[in-house]
């Protein structure tokens, strides 16, 4: 999976070089003065080896079927949304100051974007409830990680991608019809 790979890359150039880091994490004060690459390229960047362990299997254990679901080029489109929309969102309701890094607000967007177009889709191709139940008890587990350690998540990243996800996933999933 392309996204696993440049999630790894990325994480490689942080530990060869710290600058890559700073460049591209993001940083509200350098979006509000217009280093708005910093939107995007945070999402590929990682605390630390377990940080991007923990997305990566997420990534690899759920990717495969929202891509299937939405087809590649949708897939990867609410993959970076998300990840832009995530830090938008940290940027206009967190703090001026505040800096983050990870891939979760893409991760929640995928999350979301598999239950709006399995949702849209519910009648030409069925939800199983394990589907369901698998799927949400992920993102609720998540959310309660997330409150439980509040300080060390951006939550408003997380949600903003979410919500993203949602939205984009329902601008352009494939509507499919019920064939009898």
Same mark, same amino acid.
């Given at each position: 999976?392309?996204? #696993?790979?440049? +999630?790894?890359?990325?994480?490689?150039?942080?530990?060869?070089?710290?600058?890559?880091? &700073?460049? %591209?994490? &993001?940083?509200?004060?350098?979006v509000a003065d217009g280093e708005y690459w910093? =939107?995007l390229t945070a999402a590929f960047l990682h605390?630390?080896? =377990?940080? %991007?362990?923990? +997305?990566? $299997? @997420? $990534?690899?254990?759920?990717?495969?079927? #929202?891509?299937?679901?939405?087809?590649?080029?949708?897939?990867?489109?609410?993959?970076?949304?998300?990840?832009?929309?995530?830090? #938008? =969102?940290? %940027?206009?309701?967190?703090?001026?100051?505040?800096?983050?890094?990870?891939?979760?607000? @893409?991760?929640?967007?995928?999350?979301?974007?598999?239950?709006?177009?399995?949702?849209? +889709?519910?009648?030409?191709?069925?939800?199983?409830?394990a589907e369901m139940i698998s799927i949400g008890?992920?993102?609720?587990?998540?959310?309660? =990680?997330?409150?439980?350690?509040?300080?060390?998540?951006?939550?408003?990243?997380? $949600?903003?991608?979410?919500?993203?996800? @949602? @939205?984009?996933?329902?601008?352009?999933?494939?509507?499919?019809?019920?064939?009898?």
């Open positions: 999976m392309g996204l #696993v790979a440049t +999630n790894v890359a990325a994480y490689g150039m942080q530990m060869i070089s710290p600058q890559f880091t &700073r460049f %591209c994490m &993001r940083v509200g004060s350098a910093r =939107l605390g630390n080896i =377990l940080h %991007c362990g923990i +997305n990566m $299997l @997420a $990534l690899y254990s759920v990717g495969p079927a #929202v891509e299937g679901t939405l087809g590649g080029n949708r897939f990867l489109a609410v993959y970076l949304g998300s990840a832009v929309g995530g830090n #938008v =969102l940290s %940027c206009m309701l967190g703090s001026g100051f505040s800096s983050s890094m990870g891939s979760s607000g @893409a991760l929640y967007g995928i999350f979301a974007g598999y239950l709006v177009s399995r949702f849209i +889709n519910r009648r030409a191709v069925p939800i199983s409830q008890t992920t993102v609720a587990i998540n959310f309660a =990680l997330m409150t439980a350690f509040s300080g060390a998540f951006d939550q408003w990243a997380h $949600l903003g991608g979410f919500l993203t996800g @949602a @939205a984009l996933t329902a601008l352009i999933t494939p509507r499919y019809r019920r064939r009898w």
